[in-house]
């Protein structure tokens, strides 16, 4: 049974920094991208960041420069450092892991999701 458990959520100040851990557990043999998305009060879930099997990262826009995504392979780890944040920032954010396979099967897992409140 594959589980992802997010952590390093809370409540931080504007211009504060937060770092999010998503731990992927279970018979884990390969992940193709991982990726951080957030759902903010009232509005729909939406893409952060991605990271690829080879390290390639996208941001949206409004994280550009602040949020950085990376990825522990051997560990089946994922990372979001946010700095610099907004009160804009403040959401529920979810950590999933697309093309996963284990010896049994291949598809796409999502965490419980991590609350994130940025304070003014």
């Known amino acids: 049974q594959v589980q992802l458990v997010e952590s390093g959520g809370g409540v931080v100040q504007a211009g504060g920094s937060l770092r999010l851990s998503c731990a992927g557990s279970g018979r884990i043999v390969s992940i193709n991208a991982m990726s951080w998305y957030r759902r903010g009060p009232g509005n729909q879930r939406e893409l952060v960041a991605t990271i690829n099997g080879v390290g390639t990262t996208i941001y949206t826009d409004s994280v550009k420069g602040r949020f950085t995504i990376s990825r522990d392979n051997e560990r089946n780890r994922l990372y979001l450092q946010m700095n610099s944040l907004k009160p804009e920032d403040t959401a529920v954010y979810y950590c999933?892991?697309?093309?996963?396979?284990?010896?049994?099967?291949?598809?796409?897992?999502w965490g419980q999701g991590t609350q994130v409140t940025v304070s003014s």
């Open positions: 999933k892991f697309e093309g996963l396979t284990t010896p049994a099967s291949r598809g796409d897992y």
